[in-house]
């Protein structure tokens, strides 16, 4: 009887690898690793907080979509790699600014971490640029107005929670005033603009309600009652022009 020899197919051994190896893959980012489960990275949900300027000040909300990792998960491996490919991208940002005494202006822009700044808004002549501190959920940034002024902004996350403190700073030195305005948010880190000052940054003491603040040039002291809205104090600013000092008052129905 003829014996017949058997020639293996070349290649079919790396073909297999190959699926073997892609295979493996698709189950690891569909089922094992802590990519999969992570949760999300970056701003999500509504900001709120304050803007004040040359020309004006008011109530700034921001509101940022979920991330890829927050989307309806998708029962395809290959819709997954997808989406998670998209969260590096620019994402959409809509926005209110309420102006004190004023209208209420639409803001539309994007967010991208990766960009500098990362995140852009414009509308009704308002433009907004600025950047995401992640160690206490804060954006602040710059701004211009439609008469091409220019101001300050910062919102805390969680907008539901947070408290904005509208008022007015005046001098005792005899260098006038302007607008005070304080962020209080649920982790009692305060932020703010003020004219002259600049960004604040700050913290609040729940029993006491006293408030400590630092900016550029200066502090301020005082207190705070979120239940009833206001709040008062002092500041001193020996590094800002020949150096000042005088009083602040602020309250959340002055916005």
Request: some cysteine.
């Amino acid at each position: 009887m003829k014996t017949t020899r058997c020639h293996p197919v070349r290649g079919r051994s790396g073909l297999l690898a190959r699926l073997l190896a892609v295979t493996v893959a698709l189950a690891a980012a569909g089922c094992g690793g802590s990519d999969s489960t992570a949760p999300p990275t970056g701003p999500t949900g509504s900001f709120k907080g304050t803007l004040v300027g040359e020309s004006g000040s008011g109530v700034l909300t921001l509101s940022f979509p979920a991330s890829a990792a927050m989307r309806s998960a998708s029962p395809s491996r290959f819709a997954l790699v997808r989406e998670a490919d998209a969260a590096s991208g620019p994402i959409t940002v809509t926005g209110t600014l309420a102006l004190t005494g004023g209208s209420t202006v639409q803001l539309t822009g994007t967010y991208n971490a990766d960009a500098n700044p990362q995140l852009v808004l414009a509308g009704g002549g308002y433009g907004l640029t600025g950047n995401y501190t992640a160690t206490n959920g804060v954006f602040s940034g710059s701004s211009t107005f439609p008469d091409g002024k220019t101001g300050l902004w910062t919102v805390s996350a969680d907008a539901a929670t947070v408290y904005v403190f509208c008022g007015t700073y005046s001098s005792t030195q005899g260098n006038g005033g302007g607008t005070w305005n304080l962020v209080l948010d649920k982790n009692n880190n305060l932020s703010g603009v003020a004219d002259a000052a600049g960004q604040l940054q700050g913290t609040f003491t729940p029993g006491s309600q006293a408030i400590s603040v630092t900016y550029t040039g200066g502090t301020a002291t005082g207190t705070l009652n979120p239940t009833t809205g206001g709040g008062s104090g002092s500041y001193s600013a020996p590094g800002i022009g020949q150096g000042d000092s005088g009083n602040w008052t602020a309250n959340t129905g002055g916005c």
